[in-house]
């Protein structure tokens, strides 16, 4: 349950620290084709970070080889996650958010395959976060295109 609160209060710092610059996203940018409501935002999210806790507990209990490893990689990524609202909504800087959701998606997909080797269970768990994540990419590709 630690590292799901843990996970829960990065998702949730990194949003209130953009909630100003979302309020104004919301009501200026526009927006691309399948961009879904809001609210399914605030659902998936804290799914996806009670799933990352939960993915993250597990590798840190193993005795792997590879447990440090995929603890930097889960971290990195964490971080890089952290930052990409910040970016993205308060500073309104969709191109940089682009290439860093770019970061994002390669470290998730660098810590699918190590947790592979870690945990199964661990890596099965972050398949919705590499999906969520590869919609994301082309809803930041298609902000940025809209509102250059």
């Known amino acids: 349950m630690f590292w799901v609160v843990v996970c829960e209060a990065v998702g949730g710092l990194s949003g ?3 909630r100003e610059g979302l309020q104004i996203y919301m009501e200026t940018a526009k927006k691309p084709p399948l961009m879904p409501p809001g609210i399914l935002f605030a659902i998936v999210w804290p799914i996806l970070y009670a799933l990352m806790g939960y993915a993250v507990s597990r590798v840190f209990d193993s005795d792997s080889k590879y447990r440090e490893q995929g603890l930097l990689i889960f971290f990195v990524q964490l971080l890089a996650n952290f930052l990409w609202s910040p970016v993205f909504f308060r ?8 290439g860093l959701i770019g970061v994002i998606w390669l470290l998730i997909l660098l810590m699918l395959v190590t947790f592979w080797q ?4 661990a890596a099965y ?3 919705p976060y590499f999906l969520w994540v590869t919609f994301a990419a082309y809803l930041n590709a298609g902000v940025w295109f809209l509102n250059s």
């Open 125 to 127: 768990s972050q398949i």
């Open 16 to 18: 209130w620290l953009s």
């Open 91 to 98: 500073f309104r800087a969709y191109g940089a958010a682009l």
């Open 118 to 121: 870690i945990d199964k269970k």
